[in-house]
């Protein structure tokens, strides 16, 4: 199995921060990459697929990079809707995994 | 526009056997991977297994002596069910949908998910 790490594990970050999310795959998985945000009680949110590209509806401060086994997501200036839990996922192989989950907070 | 929604027992008892049903709507069932996930209390994802109509099912190699995915494209619903469950088995089980053209498999259709808990 490709196992999923993201860093870090949660943050404290304030309304208009810059907020950079890390994900790595245990071994390289192209750009067959996800990120998600859920909400408490809410099922996880597309933002980006294939590593960079928005989702549709999704707002442009959310950006995705990386290639390989190293992604980022970026959020540029946190808004107060964005307090929430990210996830990664690999779909490179099966099982596809998730990495364990960024808890985004309130500074 | 494409809604999914499981339904199912909310409680099961230890050894029997969890089925849960996602009923699809705005979409066919017979394009896209459809999938189980899974997301215990206060924990990560967890992903279950996929149907897709190519004629591929896959599941998780943790859990895949006991799952069984199905599907019904006559009543555009597919199906999960996991046997001999224990309280680990205890999650908010959520279907999904991933698109087939795009080669990076991305769940872009959630259901709203359903808690099964495991107890006597």
């Known amino acids: 199995d490709i196992q999923m790490t993201q860093s870090p594990s949660s943050l404290s970050a304030s309304v208009g921060d810059r907020v950079a999310i890390t994900c790595r795959a245990s071994q390289s998985i192209i750009t067959y990459l996800s990120w998600y945000q859920q909400k408490p009680g809410k099922a996880p949110n597309l933002l980006i697929y294939a590593a960079s590209t928005l989702q549709s509806g999704v707002p442009s401060r959310f950006s995705g990079s990386g290639s390989g086994t190293d992604f980022t997501l970026i959020i540029s200036s946190l808004q107060p809707e964005d307090f929430a839990t990210y996830y990664c996922q690999q779909s490179y192989s099966t099982p596809w995994t998730f990495g364990p989950g960024t808890k985004v907070e309130v500074k | 526009q494409v809604q999914l929604q499981e339904s199912g027992p909310g409680l099961v008892k230890p050894s029997e056997t969890l089925s849960l049903t996602c009923t699809v709507s705005?979409?066919?069932?017979?394009?896209?991977?459809w999938s189980w996930i899974r997301q215990p209390p206060g924990k990560g994802l967890e992903w279950i297994g996929f149907?897709?109509?190519?004629?591929?099912?896959n599941y998780n190699p943790s859990l895949n002596s006991r799952v069984t995915i199905s599907g019904d494209t006559s009543k555009n619903q597919f199906s999960l069910k996991l046997s001999s469950v224990t309280a680990a088995d205890t999650a908010v089980y959520y279907c999904a949908r991933a698109p087939t053209h795009i080669a990076a498999r991305h769940f872009d259709y959630w259901g709203q998910g359903t808690l099964v808990t495991v107890s006597s």
């Open positions: 149907i897709h109509y190519g004629g591929n099912i």
């Open positions: 705005g979409v066919s069932i017979s394009s896209s991977y």
